[in-house]
């Protein structure tokens, strides 16, 4: 059974950059695609992008000065870099698997983690 | 900002039918398949249907996917207590070089 694991500091200052990672068991990192998508609390799904295992990235058109994706097929994990953090990124954030496809499924998830932005 | 409306709640009775429509553009659902999540209270999101209307091996053919020119509905048969949850629209969106839209996102009421 895959499972994806984020890790992250709980909290962040603003104007810092923000970094978290993915770690991703049972399963092949080839073949799909690895994304971050993030839940401000109490409202609904944002997506922040993906990296293809090849390594070609696609980020949300609202993020992308911002946000930088990075994978390591050797140790199995995925990471994104969000700069420039305001009270507006505080969300949870999870990673999540994507299949193949004109519009990729995500069929398995991280737990989440909570990201709180603030002084 | 979702691209991607929905309903903001519905809601029935055990055994009744239940249906979330999910309304796009040309640029999106018109162009791309569909997708859709359920998020129990507290866990992350669960994949439901891709593709408008295929099931992944666990999700119960109570639940059933459709899609017509840029509007998706989601359809909820013989409604258990179970299935209160959040439930979101996805799909690729080709505008501004291609990119990923989630729904607004509805709360299904087991009354």
Same mark, same amino acid.
């Given at each position: 059974q895959v499972q994806l694991q984020e890790s992250a500091p709980g909290l962040v200052k603003p104007s810092e950059t923000l970094s978290l990672t993915c770690a991703v068991s049972g399963?092949?990192? !080839?073949n799909y695609y690895w994304c971050w998508i993030r839940q401000p609390p109490g409202k609904g799904l944002e997506w922040i992008g993906y990296m293809y295992y090849s390594g070609s990235t696609n980020y949300n058109p609202s993020l992308k000065s911002r946000v930088t994706m990075s994978v390591d097929t050797s140790k199995n994990q995925f990471s994104l870099k969000l700069s420039s953090v305001t009270a507006a990124d505080t969300a949870v954030y999870y990673c999540a698997r994507g299949r193949s496809g004109i519009t990729p499924p995500f069929d398995f998830w991280g737990q989440g983690t909570l990201v709180t932005v603030s002084s | 900002q979702s691209v991607l409306t929905q309903p903001p709640s519905a809601s029935g009775t055990p055994g009744q039918r239940v249906t979330i429509s999910c309304s796009g553009s040309s640029s999106n659902i018109g162009s791309n398949p569909v997708n859709w999540y359920q998020q129990l209270p507290g866990t992350a999101p669960k994949l439901l249907m891709y593709s408008n209307n295929k099931r992944p091996s666990g999700v119960p053919d109570r639940f059933s996917g459709s899609k017509s020119g840029t509007s998706a509905s989601l359809a909820i048969s013989g409604?258990? !207590?179970?299935?209160e949850a959040d439930y979101f629209c996805a799909a690729w969106d080709d505008s501004l070089n291609g990119h990923y839209v989630f729904g607004t996102g509805t709360k299904v009421t087991v009354l």
């Open positions: 399963g092949s990192f !080839s | 409604l258990q !207590s179970e299935d």
